[in-house]
C-alpha cells in the first residue's frame, strides 16, 4: 500500500467566515454545510482563527452565566447599566473574533496520514486547516483520516 499525504484526504472547498461574523451568522453556516467548524480568515483572506461548535458553546454555559450575572451584580451597584454594556454582553451579539481559536495548528498538503494522525492526537483537536505558501488551500479533519484508511 502506498502512502497517503493530506492532499488526497483533504476537503478543497472550504467554507470560511470572517471575525466580524455573529455567533448566529456561525451557527446557520455550520448547520447549512453539516460541517463543524470553520477557519476564520481576515479580509485579505490570510487565516486567523478557527471557530468550532465546541467555541460556540462556550458562552452558554451555566458556569459562564453564573459568572456573568455576578459582575453585573458588581458592575450596576444598584443603578442601572449603560443599554450600549447591556447589548454587547448578550451572547447573541458576540463575533466570531471573540469566540474564535487564535493560535491553530495548520498543516501543509505533503504531510502523511501518520503524520497528520499524530499531530490531531497531540493537539487534541479534529480538524487542521491546509496552508500553501500561507493561504488557505484546505482542511482535513479526523473524519477525512477514516476515510482514506477506508
Known amino acids: 500500500m502506498r502512502p497517503i499525504d493530506v492532499s488526497e484526504m483533504m476537503?478543497?472547498?472550504?467554507?470560511?467566515?470572517?471575525?466580524?461574523?455573529?455567533?448566529?451568522?456561525?451557527?446557520?453556516?455550520?448547520?447549512?454545510?453539516a460541517i463543524s467548524a470553520l477557519p476564520v480568515c481576515d479580509a485579505s483572506?490570510?487565516?486567523v482563527g478557527i471557530i468550532s461548535e465546541g467555541?460556540?458553546?462556550r458562552p452558554f454555559t451555566e458556569?459562564?452565566?453564573?459568572?456573568?450575572?455576578?459582575?453585573?451584580?458588581l458592575l450596576a451597584e444598584?443603578?442601572?447599566?449603560?443599554?450600549?454594556f447591556l447589548a454587547f454582553i448578550?451572547?447573541?451579539?458576540?463575533?466570531?473574533?471573540?469566540l474564535m481559536t487564535h493560535r491553530?495548528?495548520?498543516?501543509?498538503?505533503?504531510?502523511?496520514?501518520?503524520?497528520?494522525?499524530e499531530l490531531l492526537t497531540t493537539h487534541?483537536?479534529?480538524?487542521?486547516?491546509?496552508?500553501r505558501d500561507g493561504r488557505l488551500v484546505g482542511i482535513v479533519s479526523r473524519s477525512d483520516i477514516v476515510r482514506a484508511i477506508a
Open 104 to 117: 491553530v495548528v495548520t498543516t501543509t498538503e505533503a504531510m502523511s496520514l501518520s503524520g497528520l494522525a
Open 55 to 57: 467555541d460556540l458553546l
Open 45 to 47: 483572506g490570510a487565516l
Open 124 to 131: 487534541h483537536i479534529k480538524r487542521v486547516p491546509v496552508l
Open 11 to 33: 476537503t478543497r472547498a472550504v467554507y470560511t467566515v470572517l471575525p466580524e461574523a455573529t455567533v448566529s451568522e456561525v451557527a446557520k453556516l455550520l448547520v447549512g454545510h
Open 78 to 84: 444598584g443603578s442601572d447599566l449603560a443599554p450600549e
Open 63 to 73: 458556569s459562564k452565566a453564573l459568572k456573568r450575572a455576578s459582575w453585573l451584580n
Open 90 to 98: 448578550k451572547q447573541e451579539q458576540w463575533t466570531v473574533g471573540q
